[in-house]
C-alpha cells in the first residue's frame, strides 16, 4: 500500500543544508499498522509529509497504492499534531467534517449521515454543533479523527497525533486509534516519539536513526490483537519489546550527538 | 439591568458632560461665530427636516455606500489575488508603499479633472481613500493564514472556490475586518471633501453653504449630523463585526482561559 524507496530529502537555504532523510526505504502491506519512532528532530514529520504530498523529496520514490505521489494522493488523510490549527475555527464541529466530503461532491443527506457515524465512532456524537474551541484538546483531536474517518481513506497518516494532550486522555485515543483502525481496516503509518505508544499500537514498529536518517530496524510486534493499557502494558512480552526499542533508539541518539 | 445601565452610564456620560459644560459656558455668549448651544438645538429641526433628508442627507449616503462598498469589495479581491502570490507580491509592494503615501485628499482635484464634477468623481474620491486600509490589511491577512490548515485543505482536495470561501477569506477576516473599519471612517471623510469642492447637494455642501450664507447656527448643526452620522455608522459596523468574527472572539477568550 505505502512503498518508500531511498527516500532522501535536503533543506537547503542560505548556504547550510540540513539532510533531514537520508535513505529511508519502508514498505508497508494494505490494513497494517505501522508506528514509526525515532529521536527527536530525526526527520519523521518530513517523511510522513513527503507520504502526503505535501513535500518533494530530494530523490527516491513514494508511492501510495502503486501511484507515484506527486501531490496528495487520492484516499489519504491526515491526522496533524496541532489539532488547534488543523481544525477550521470558524466552522462548527460538523462543518468542519463536512467540508472534504463537499469538495468531494458527497450529497447532503449523505454527508450528514457520514458526519454522525464518524461522530459517533469518536464518541463525540453531540459535540456536532460546538465549535472546536469550546472542546478540550483531547476532543479537537477527536474531531479531526473523525474527519478524517469521514473522508473514508484508504491510508491514514497520524502525525504524533496525542504529543500536545494529557496522560489521560491519550490513553484513551491511542484505544481510539485502534478501535478506529480496526472498525474502518484502513492502513495506518502513526509517528510518534513515544516508545511505549509505538509498541502499545503497531503491529510493527519501524524505528529511524538520527539524522540523516535512514531504517534502523522494522520490528515485528507479537503482541495479541486484543490490546488492553493495563494488561498489555504490565505485560512481560511489553517490556521486552519495550526495552528493546528504547535501547535502540538510545544506541541512535549516542552514534550521532547533538544531532 | 443594573450593568445595563452601568455600561450606558460610561457609554453616555462623557458626552452628556461635555454638551452641558458647552450648553452653560456658551448661554451668554454674544459671539456671531461661536453661537450658544441652544441656539443651535432650536435651529436643528428647522434645519434638518425631511425635505432636506431627500435632498442632502440621503445622497451623501448614497454615495458613501456606493463608494466605502466599492473600496472594501476592490481591497479584498486585490488583496487576495496580491497576498496569495509570492512574485506579484514582491512586484506591485513598492508601489503600493508609494500610493498609499499620497494623502487621498490631493487626488480630489486630479479626478475631478479626469472625470469631472459629477457624482462618480464622488464616489471614485471615497473610494481613493477607502481602498489603502482594506487592500493592506486583505495582503497581511492572506499571507499569514495559517500552515497546518493551508496543508489540512491540500490533504483533503478542499480548493477552488470552496477554499477560497471556507479558508482563505476567514482566515483573513480578522485583518479585513481591521482594515474596512479603518476604511470607514476614511471613507466618511472622503465623502465631505468630495463635496466641498464643486457638488450641488451633499452633507458637506450643506454645511459649506451654510457657512458661505453665514447661518453660524445651521452650520454647527451641520457638523452635528456629520458627527452622529458616524457614530452610527460605526456601531452598524461593530454590529456586523460581532456576527462575522465572533468565532476570532470566542477563539481568543479560549486562549486566555488557558484551555
Keep these: 500500500m505505502l512503498e ?3 527516500l532522501r530529502k535536503v533543506y537547503g537555504g542560505h548556504g547550510r543544508q540540513v539532510e533531514a532523510l537520508g535513505d529511508v526505504t519502508l514498505t508497508v502491506p494494505e490494513g497494517q499498522f505501522v508506528c514509526v519512532v525515532g529521536p527527536s528532530g530525526c526527520g519523521k514529520t518530513t517523511l510522513l509529509r513527503c507520504l502526503g504530498g505535501l513535500l518533494a523529496p530530494t530523490s527516491g520514490e513514494v508511492e501510495v497504492a502503486g501511484q507515484p505521489v506527486t501531490g496528495p494522493p487520492d484516499g489519504l488523510a491526515i491526522v496533524f499534531q496541532e489539532y488547534g490549527r488543523s481544525l477550521f475555527p470558524w466552522l462548527r464541529v460538523a462543518e468542519n467534517i463536512e467540508l472534504p466530503l463537499k469538495s468531494k461532491g458527497v450529497g447532503r443527506a449523505e454527508r450528514r449521515r457520514i458526519v454522525d457515524e464518524s461522530l459517533t465512532a469518536v464518541g463525540l456524537g453531540d459535540a456536532a454543533k460546538a465549535y472546536p474551541w469550546q472542546l478540550s484538546g483531547g476532543m479537537q483531536q477527536r474531531v479531526a479523527i473523525a474527519r478524517a474517518i469521514a473522508f473514508q481513506p484508504k491510508v491514514l497518516l497520524m502525525d504524533e497525533p496525542f504529543a500536545a494532550v494529557d496522560a489521560q486522555t491519550r490513553a484513551d485515543l491511542e484505544d481510539l486509534a485502534r478501535t478506529v483502525w480496526q472498525r474502518f481496516g484502513m492502513t495506518v503509518l502513526f509517528v510518534t516519539h513515544d516508545i511505549d505508544e509505538a509498541v502499545y499500537l503497531g503491529q510493527r514498529v519501524v524505528m529511524l536513526s538520527a539524522s540523516p536518517t535512514r531504517v534502523l530496524e522494522d520490528l515485528d510486534i507479537d503482541l495479541p490483537d486484543k490490546r488492553d493499557q493495563l494488561a498489555t502494558r504490565s505485560g512481560t512480552r511489553f517490556a521486552e519489546l519495550r526495552s528493546h526499542v ?10 550521532r550527538p547533538g544531532s | 439591568m443594573s450593568r445595563a445601565l452601568g455600561r450606558a452610564g460610561l457609554l453616555l456620560g462623557l458626552p452628556v ?32 427636516t425631511a425635505a432636506r433628508f431627500r435632498s442632502d442627507v440621503l445622497p451623501s449616503l448614497g454615495r458613501l455606500f456606493l463608494g466605502y462598498g466599492l473600496a472594501v469589495l476592490l481591497g479584498i479581491v486585490l488583496g487576495v489575488l496580491i497576498g496569495a502570490h509570492r512574485r506579484l507580491r514582491a512586484l506591485v509592494e513598492p508601489l503600493l508603499e508609494f500610493l498609499r503615501a499620497i494623502p487621498p485628499p490631493v487626488l480630489v482635484p486630479i479626478l475631478i479633472l479626469v472625470a469631472g464634477l459629477g457624482d462618480p468623481t464622488k464616489v471614485l474620491v471615497i473610494v481613493s481613500g477607502g481602498i489603502w486600509p482594506v487592500l493592506l490589511n486583505t495582503v497581511e491577512g492572506v499571507r499569514g493564514v495559517d500552515q497546518v490548515l493551508a496543508d489540512t485543505c491540500r490533504t483533503y482536495r478542499i480548493c477552488g472556490w470552496l477554499r477560497m470561501r471556507t479558508f482563505i477569506l476567514r482566515a483573513a477576516s480578522p485583518q479585513i475586518v481591521v482594515g474596512a473599519r479603518q476604511a470607514l471612517s476614511i471613507s466618511i471623510i472622503m465623502m465631505v471633501i468630495g463635496e466641498l469642492l464643486g457638488a450641488t447637494n451633499g452633507l458637506g455642501y450643506t454645511v459649506v ?30 454590529l456586523v463585526e460581532r456576527r462575522v468574527l465572533s468565532w476570532y472572539h470566542g477563539v481568543r477568550a479560549a486562549e486566555r482561559s488557558g484551555r
Design chain 2, 209 to 238: 453653504q451654510f457657512q458661505r450664507g453665514f447661518e453660524i447656527p445651521e452650520m454647527w448643526s451641520g457638523v452635528f449630523v456629520l458627527g452622529l452620522l458616524g457614530v452610527l455608522l460605526s456601531l452598524a459596523f461593530t
Design chain 1, 4 to 6: 518508500i524507496r531511498s
Design chain 1, 246 to 255: 528504547y535501547s535502540r533508539i538510545q544506541e541512535a541518539k549516542i552514534a
Design chain 2, 17 to 48: 458632560i461635555l454638551l452641558v459644560t458647552w450648553w452653560f459656558a456658551s448661554a451668554g455668549s454674544k459671539s456671531f461665530y461661536q453661537p450658544p448651544l441652544e441656539t443651535i438645538i432650536k435651529v436643528f429641526p428647522a434645519t434638518w
